[in-house]
């Protein structure tokens, strides 16, 4: 998937400006939050175990390619790694939910 390219756009002229184009961004955070979230829900199916889920070394791989990810765009890693590592800690809360009541719909599995 290619990297998303930034928009060269007027500076704003108002902070009510800066508040809409914020909220635009916000809205389009949310539609692929929504699709993180489905995948998120699909991964759930196929892990086995709690430790699965949480996945520590996956978890540092992806901090780590979101941080050069995010230097090469201009945007300070630190910033970049709080953002996953908050957004990493609610998916996996989410998709250990999914993956308990999965065990759970199993027939004969009392987990």
């Not at 998120?40 to 050069?68: C, G, L, M, S």
């Not at 995010?70 to 630190?78: C, D, F, K, M, Y």
């Amino acid at each position: 998937m290619p990297e998303a390219e930034p928009r060269s756009e007027a500076a704003p002229r108002s902070l009510a400006e800066v508040r809409d184009r914020i909220d635009g961004i916000d809205a389009e955070l949310v539609a692929l939050l929504t699709r993180r979230q489905s995948l998120v829900q699909a991964a759930a199916a196929f892990k086995t175990d709690e430790q699965a889920v949480r996945a520590p070394d996956r978890v540092e791989k992806v901090i780590a390619a979101v941080r050069e990810r995010a230097e090469a765009a201009g945007l300070a890693p630190e910033v970049a790694e709080a953002v996953w590592r908050a957004m990493i800690g609610a998916f996996i809360a989410l998709e250990l939910t999914e993956h308990q009541r999965l065990g759970s719909a199993v027939p004969g599995n009392s987990a």
